[in-house]
């Protein structure tokens, strides 16, 4: 009896360990395959939609083109007195940019154009972000690590001299530190450098440039500076190419993407810790999120950056259209819009502060959200990040334990008696509560200096903006989660937003109004998920005219006085007029009023736009077809008072594209 019972407990050890190692297998099999997870989503459901015969996210009025925008096109080449540059300049200028992705591009712009103000010579500026001293891969140097040197030197061969480095013989000058330095703000004047910077420049031959504020020099330019506002278009749309290795995965990205031909809307949710924190938006969020905004922003007042009460009232700051919507809101707002549960949404950005938390009401209304990792394989990130050097795992420094002979002695040394008893001993704090990227509040008032992983990370930032730019200015839709804040330092959704206007600008691309939607948000709060049929209606007329010449118009007023790149026109497109005239007959479009009847296309243009147009009336034409079929299908359908989703047929009236 007792063998029997051996032999099966000893069966019952081999099972389990068998078992174990079939989970143990399972599990790194479905980690492999977890990258392609997406892939393989986006089939299922186009399989689903062709079974169902349900046109779905194809509608015309949720991805098509905005006919009042089509007369825009692309033309930021001079067309004034332009001359190329000569080699017996003024001296060098050399820089040095702090900053993220968004900074560092809008820096790098205004430096190509203060040193064809000062009629100098660039060399390539050092991105600090990326400097090997980050422990980013010997393979690049700091700008190669992001652009591509080569072609920032060629496109731009007309306009501005540039450099790999400075000759030999002031190498040696700069590292002694023998030449001026400036540290000019975003909003510096045309004026500063001729009379501050061009004098001493001619008197050293080098000058240094710190760039740290997103910019060096002010949007506004004079109107007898126009050309110097087409060379930042040049700059920024033309020159400053990523290296081959993050466009070639960027576009497969977006091939992923559309595959089997379906559209996508690009979203950024511009959740980052230091806008919230300079705007007060921290009780917008919940335990150690809202401690590390608010020491965030007690840094920015002690800089002197915010002139603010550290505590103010996020509520009120939100219902301003200060603080970015939520994850949550944005769901809401894309289904009062009409787009389905499968709709492929891509989530754009490198740091989405609140983690997966903040994004759970969102990926339950769109199961198709997705974002690098999912889109991409691990190898596939690692290529473009490029070989580096192992870097020792950062290890949690915890504070020495008091043994009891120094507590007694603390406690001896407290003073005289009496004295209060010592407190109660607090609730023990785990492991896993002083281990992570906010770990330190639980021991410290100061946030520790980045560790070396910390700065290769920072550094891995630059690639993973880099590639969600590609993927969402190829969007057939944007959305931006928050955008012109009003800072003054650039951001991510305004880059994305002013490239878009520059390239294609009839694409659909949102500009919502935040204090607005937040007042239409705040009047349903007990039927956000079955709001009235008024309050839909009210979105979609806001957020359909926010993709027209009112969403421009609005933007220009709004961000043109604050970032130029957010917003390159009139000085960097031209206008159609006969398609424009076609398109608004007998009546003024605003994008007359903005260009003042001028920038008309060249001749070569009018006909290309021309052969287009007739092959994309055609289209529209066939889709139009289809779209009645749809609204006929939702009118014999029907929909009570508290259906989420309209029928398309009263939303036909507001629609801007018709």
Not at 20 to 36: G, I, N
Not at 362 to 376: G, K, W
Request: charged share 25%.
């Amino acid at each position: 009896m007792k063998s029997k019972i051996k032999w099966a407990a000893l069966g019952g050890l081999v099972l389990s360990f068998m078992s174990l190692l079939v989970h143990l297998f399972l599990a790194k099999s479905s980690a492999d395959l977890v990258q392609y997870s997406a892939i393989k989503a986006f089939s299922e459901d186009l399989q689903h939609a062709n079974s169902a015969g349900v046109k779905g996210a194809g509608s015309r009025k949720l991805w098509g083109k905005v006919k009042a925008l089509e007369p825009l096109q692309p033309y930021a080449k001079p067309r004034s007195s332009f001359p190329v540059p000569n080699e017996e300049n003024n001296g060098f200028i050399y820089a040095k940019v702090f900053g993220g992705f968004e900074k560092i591009r809008t820096s790098i712009c205004d430096l190509v154009t203060v040193s064809r103000l000062l009629n100098a010579t660039l060399v390539i500026p050092d991105i600090q972000e990326s400097t090997r001293s980050k422990g980013i891969s010997t393979k690049f140097k700091s700008f190669s690590y992001l652009y591509n040197e080569e072609q920032f030197i060629s496109a731009l061969a007309s306009d501005v001299i540039i450099v790999k480095s400075l000759p030999s013989n002031l190498k040696e000058a700069r590292k002694r530190k023998q030449y001026p330095i400036f540290k000019p703000k975003s909003s510096a004047s045309p004026s500063f450098y001729v009379q501050e910077v061009l004098p001493k420049l001619k008197k050293a031959n080098v000058i240094g440039l710190v760039l740290s504020d997103g910019g060096c020099l002010q949007s506004v330019l004079p109107s007898s500076l126009v050309e110097y506002q087409r060379l930042r278009c040049r700059v920024a749309f033309h020159a400053l190419r990523f290296r081959p290795e993050i466009v070639a995965l960027g576009h497969l990205m977006v091939e992923r993407l559309r595959g089997s031909g379906q559209p996508y809307l690009a979203y950024h949710p511009g959740l980052k810790r230091d806008t919230l924190a300079y705007h007060g938006c921290a009780e917008l969020f919940q335990d150690v999120h809202t401690e590390l905004i608010q020491y965030r922003r007690a840094r920015l007042i002690k800089q002197g950056i915010i002139n603010e009460e550290l505590h103010v009232d996020s509520r009120t700051r939100k219902g301003n259209g200060s603080c970015p919507l939520m994850p949550e809101e944005v769901g809401l707002l894309l289904r009062a819009m009409g787009y389905p549960p499968r709709t492929r949404i891509y989530l754009a950005g490198s740091e989405t502060f609140g983690g997966q938390r903040v994004l759970i009401p969102l990926r339950a209304m769109y199961t198709n959200l997705v974002d690098r990792t999912s889109l991409c394989s691990k190898q596939e990130l690692v290529n473009v990040i490029g070989p580096e050097t192992p870097l020792p795992l950062d290890s949690f420094q915890f504070t020495a334990v008091k043994t009891p002979k120094q507590l007694k002695e603390e406690w001896d040394k407290a003073g005289p008696r009496p004295r209060p008893l010592p407190p109660p001993p607090g609730r023990p704090i785990y492991q896993h509560e002083k281990e992570g990227w906010y770990g330190w509040i639980t021991e410290k008032d100061s946030e520790p200096d980045p560790s070396p992983i910390d700065l290769r990370e920072q550094a891995h930032r630059l690639l993973w903006d880099a590639l969600d730019y590609i993927v969402s200015v190829e969007a057939d839709a944007f959305f931006p989660g928050f955008d012109n804040d009003g800072s003054g330092w650039p951001d991510f959704s305004s880059l994305v937003m002013g490239n878009r206007l520059y390239e294609m600008a009839s694409a659909r691309t949102y500009r919502p109004n935040r204090r607005y939607l937040a007042d239409l948000l705040n009047s349903t709060t007990d039927h956000l998920y079955h709001p009235l049929r008024n309050w839909t209606l009210s979105v979609r007329e806001h957020l359909n005219r926010s993709t027209t010449e009112d969403g421009i118009m609005q933007e220009f007023q709004l961000s043109r006085s604050k970032s130029f790149l957010s917003h390159p026109i009139p000085e960097c497109s031209c206008m159609t007029v006969k398609t424009a005239e076609n398109l608004h007959p007998g009546k003024s479009s605003n994008l007359h009023v903005l260009f003042g009847g001028r920038s008309e296309c060249p001749k070569w243009m009018v006909q290309a736009t021309k052969t287009v147009g007739t092959q994309e009336s055609t289209d529209d034409e066939t889709e139009t077809q289809e779209d009645e079929i749809d609204l006929g299908q939702d009118e014999s359908d029907g929909s009570g008072e508290g259906d989420t989703i309209p029928s398309m047929e009263q939303d036909e009236e507001m629609d801007p594209d018709d």
